[in-house]
């Protein structure tokens, strides 16, 4: 027992020890997604209202190169008809060739084509913001997280919690605020609460009213940010509707065959014991 | 490998290819007479999760050879096609990412089942040591793989690991120039990395079937640490152990599920989502969970040269346990004081795991330094020592006799200490 209690007390040495600023920004709130937990799913309506938030804000600084306009019709998206998908394709000009002779060309997108990028090229992009580069928006949700300690992250393994991201995208959209009075700031950045070190070169892009929707849901900067990080939760995780879904006959199998395998277990070990 | 019973085919073509190459007689004495100990726990079913998540990371590693796209410009962006456009691409690569991860876990409880049950002693230290050197292959290979989507942290891991072999003196900064394949990690890592991630799971695989014959030719340890005497003590292993395997494995895969469908991406690092970029170091370079203990190690050591050698010896000191554990007795169920110093060591190994994620500054790095510390006191002091001060439990007479009276509540036999050591 007392070697029990040397551990312990070396335990509480490693759990005490002083914890370290890095630059890191606040702590975004966690928000109730709707595509959160073992059924959660996306709201469709949701989606659609984000990707007209990306496409019409958005999409004029980062790219979404990972996504084709096909994606949009796949089950377990934001479940435009083909019609649809089509008619939002052939609103982008695609840079296709070279032809016959040798010249690039332009013509209207189809549904195989990607989201256009942005700029031609990264330095054309960073050339924009003094150097700083709005980074690709497919998977960002999944490439950003935020720190939680170590009780509610073994909490989230428990409750399946993985919309890290999502909480982040949207907390960064409406982050942000001035900066403290001491805090020289120059017009190309901004000050956001969320953004590791808080100097943003993204300069607040949403205002309220600014993008239309015609589902009845409120022209607000948080229900923009809301829509736009739930698409991008999509976009990251295009299949995560059939991920849980099979899961779940997984499981369901698993659970079964194990109580059979427990039940055969005890009658072929019944002898062994005796 | 005596079985129960031999193996005598009925079937004429089955016979005719048997006197030929006596294939189904191995495979029915190795996984059918086999007799295993009556007393083996669920601990034991962790060897059988093991051989089937080799299986596992081989077969969807090979489906993902099939779409990855081994450059530094077309890595990244194939994993994203693999996960997006390939059929339940999704699928093979979380198997595949979280499959690593739960070989890890089971290897961790595989070895902390031999340092419980004392499985590394006489006869049995060959078959330990095989065990470290797989030990060391998965972690060589999990690394490499690791490096391939080629995000962040894959890029800023494959520089700080191979980073270290310049601490070797003279030679170290030509060895990691070799390594690399140029002046910094780049495409000919990448692609190195690449053939040898591919190459060491078969090696391992090789390693496997020569660690299984080594546990067949001396037979498995068992909870009790004494030896196998008569038939009363063993169980063919089919259907006892196919199974009890089969449950335990059944139940591990409901974990494995838990995080292949529902937090595929619990165990992993958001920055290794975004692509590799040598211009840009991420704040805090951290390895995958399963290397934080050693990592923890490694930067606990002022020198530089000194941490790769605590690194290195860390693991090379289980290679010497079964000589540094001086006791006669093998299970710690038998061993009062062993017993708590396994504990001890386990949570030492679990605060060093937790102190690996955390920045090498102040009380961190003080917190680490003693664990090591006693890392290496429990290996090379207390183990030795305890062999001499310790007053061993009386063991069982014999395992069948264990069996019984734990199951009958019968009075504990009066079983003498011998020494079960050197008597077959
Ligand atoms: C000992 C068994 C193995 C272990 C422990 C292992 C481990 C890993 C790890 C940790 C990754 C990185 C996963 C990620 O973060 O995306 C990876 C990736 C990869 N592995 Fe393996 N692996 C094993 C066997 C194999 C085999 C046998 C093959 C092929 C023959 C293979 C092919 C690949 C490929 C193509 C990738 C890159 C795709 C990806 O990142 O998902 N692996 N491996």
């Known amino acids: 027992m007392r070697k029990l209690t040397v551990a312990l007390a070396l335990l509480a040495t490693v759990v005490a020890a002083p914890v370290l600023a890095a630059e890191v920004g606040a702590k975004p709130d966690r928000q109730a997604w709707s595509f959160s937990g073992p059924f959660g799913m996306f709201d469709r309506a949701q989606l659609q209202r984000g990707l007209k938030v990306y496409r019409e804000v958005c999409a004029s600084c980062h790219g979404l190169k990972y996504i084709a306009f096909r994606n949009l019709v796949q089950p377990g998206g934001p479940g435009f008809s083909d019609a649809e998908a089509r008619a939002i394709a052939a609103e982008y000009q695609i840079t296709d060739g070279p032809d016959d002779t040798g010249e690039m060309f332009e013509r209207p997108g189809r549904l195989s084509d990607h989201f256009p990028p942005p700029a031609p090229n990264e330095q054309a992009l960073r050339s924009r913001f003094g150097g700083a580069l709005p980074p690709d928006l497919s998977v960002i949700t999944k490439a950003r997280s935020y720190e939680s300690g170590l009780a509610i992250g073994l909490l989230d393994f428990f409750r399946q919690y993985q919309e890290h991201g999502a909480d982040y995208v949207y907390a960064l959209l409406n982050g942000y605020e001035d900066p403290p009075a001491d805090v020289e700031i120059d017009g190309a950045q901004a000050w956001n609460r969320y953004f590791p070190g808080n100097r943003i070169a993204m300069v607040p892009p949403l205002s309220d009213e600014q993008v239309e929707y015609t589902d009845g849901s409120p022209q607000t900067v948080d229900q923009y940010a809301r829509d736009v990080a739930a698409f991008l939760a999509w976009t990251a995780e295009p299949h995560m509707e059939a991920r849980k879904r099979i899961g779940f006959q997984v499981m369901i199998f698993l659970i079964v065959f194990a109580g059979l395998l427990y039940f055969t277990k005890k009658k072929v070990w019944a002898d062994a014991h005796a | ?424």
């Open chain 2, 1 to 424: 490998m005596s079985g129960h019973e031999t193996f005598q085919p009925q079937n004429k073509a089955l016979a005719w290819f048997e006197r030929r190459l006596p294939v189904f007689g191995l495979l029915h004495s190795s996984f059918v007479a086999y007799p295993t100990p009556r007393n083996l726990n669920y601990w034991w079913t962790f060897g059988g999760i093991l051989s089937v998540m080799l299986v596992v990371q081989l077969v969807t590693g090979i489906v993902l050879v099939m779409h990855f796209v081994p450059t530094s410009a077309g890595a990244f962006d194939s994993v994203e096609h693999i996960m997006r456009n390939v059929n339940y691409g999704w699928l093979l690569r979380y198997i595949h990412a979280n499959g690593a991860s739960m070989f890890f876990l089971a290897v961790y409880i595989h070895i902390f089942r031999g340092l419980y049950y004392g499985s590394y002693k006489d006869p049995r230290e060959v078959l330990w040591i095989l065990g470290v050197i797989l030990f060391l292959l998965m972690m060589a290979t999990a690394f490499m793989g690791y490096v391939l989507p080629w995000g962040q942290m894959s890029f800023w891991a494959a520089t700080v690991i191979t980073n270290l072999f310049s601490a070797i003196p003279l030679v170290g900064d030509a060895i990691v120039t070799w390594l690399w394949g140029g002046y910094s990690v780049d495409e000919p890592t990448l692609k190195r990395f690449f053939s040898l991630h591919y190459l060491l799971p078969f090696v391992i695989f090789g390693v496997v079937l020569l660690h299984v014959w080594a546990l067949h030719v001396v037979g498995q340890n068992n909870p009790d640490g004494i030896d196998v005497k008569s038939n009363k003590d063993t169980v063919p292993f089919t259907p006892h152990a196919t199974v009890k395997d089969s449950f335990g494995l059944i139940c591990f895969f409901i974990l494995f599920a838990w995080f292949v469908f529902y937090i595929p991406n619990y165990l992993g690092h958001p920055d290794n989502y975004i692509p590799a970029n040598p211009l840009q170091t991420p704040p805090h370079i951290v390895p995958e969970w399963y290397f934080l203990p050693f990592y923890a190690i490694l930067r606990a050591i002022p020198s530089k040269l000194g941490g790769v050698v605590a690194m290195f010896a860390s693991i090379a000191v289980l290679v010497f346990v079964p000589w540094l554990d001086t006791s006669k007795v093998r299970s710690a169920r038998y061993r009062p004081l062993y017993r708590q110093f396994f504990w001890i060591l386990l949570i030492v190994c679990i605060g060093l795991g937790y102190l690996g994620a955390k920045p090498p500054e102040g009380g961190y790095v003080i917190a680490a330094r003693l664990l090591t510390a006693y890392y290496f006191i429990h290996f090379l002091v207390i183990l030795p020592l305890l062999g001499y001060i310790e007053t061993p439990k009386p063991l069982p007479a014999s395992i069948s006799e264990s069996v019984l009276k734990k199951h009958a509540g019968a009075p504990a036999a009066a079983g003498a200490v011998r020494s079960p050591e050197r008597n077959g």
